[in-house]
């Protein structure tokens, strides 16, 4: 049973565009939803992460919308960079837990 | 700043030879995690640890084995190898979540094992 499921499995963006990763959870004992991008040949490193608490979370380009009812998140980059060409991972853990990942998103954004 | 820092970067094994894949991490952490990359198949856990000398089985434990005697060091094992452990291996290292910490994992570089 997977416990995150990630869509889409790619993403081609225009420069400039919206990207819009989403993911659905099945453990309602998780708390902690956080997001991981990753270049090729690098380990993932975290960009955003959100708590169950609040159903949005902004740092610059990048947002995390959060439902909890839904048990949905998603990540949304806005004015999509070429720079932003990456592996994005969701994941979602409790306390004391490792974090569980999704199956991955490649975004590929054209200049 | 080293980080969690994998050793070896690369290696290829024949099927039944076994190795051990070391992680080292100079952030203190209490809790490390061993995970597998496979393309399409995301980060799956294969083991993780919660402190000195305690492990845990993750989502693919099976074929592997850990060892936690340091807190700094995180040993990931293979006995047997086979064909189906070509992957990307990466450890990993966080604070537990808390006060003081967001529960962040940090990533090191990556292990890319191919077995033949």
């Known amino acids: 049973q997977q416990q995150v499921k990630q869509s889409p499995q790619s993403l081609i963006v225009q420069k400039g565009g919206i990207s819009i990763i989403n993911c659905a959870y099945e453990n309602t004992a998780f708390d902690y939803f956080p997001w991981y991008q990753q270049f090729p040949g690098k380990g993932p490193a975290l960009l955003i992460a959100?708590?169950?608490?609040?159903s949005e979370k902004k740092e610059g380009r990048f947002t995390i919308s959060f439902n909890k009812s839904a048990k949905q998140f998603s990540l949304h980059i806005m004015d999509s960079q070429p720079g932003d060409s990456a592996t994005y991972f969701c994941?979602?853990?409790?306390?004391?837990?490792?974090?569980?990942f999704g199956k991955g998103t490649t975004l590929s954004v054209s200049s | 700043n080293a980080g969690v820092t994998q050793t070896p970067k690369f290696r290829v094994l024949k099927t039944g030879q076994s190795m051990t894949l070391l992680c080292a991490q100079d952030m203190n952490h209490e809790y490390m995690y061993w995970y597998r990359q496979d393309p399409g198949m995301g980060l799956r856990l294969i083991h993780y640890?919660?402190?000195?000398?305690?492990?845990a089985k993750g989502e693919v434990p099976d074929g592997y084995n850990v060892s936690r005697l340091k807190k700094q060091n995180f040993l990931l094992g293979l006995e047997s190898a086979a064909p189906s452990q070509t992957s990307v291996y990466f450890c990993?290292?966080?604070?537990?979540?808390?006060?003081?910490?967001?529960?962040?994992?940090?990533f090191g570089q990556g292990t890319r094992l191919t077995v033949v």
């Open positions: 994941a979602a853990n409790q306390a004391g837990t490792a974090l569980i």
């Open positions: 990993a290292s966080s604070y537990p979540r808390g006060e003081r910490a967001k529960g962040e994992a940090f």
């Open positions: 959100i708590r169950p608490d609040v």
């Open positions: 640890s919660v402190g000195e000398g305690t492990t």
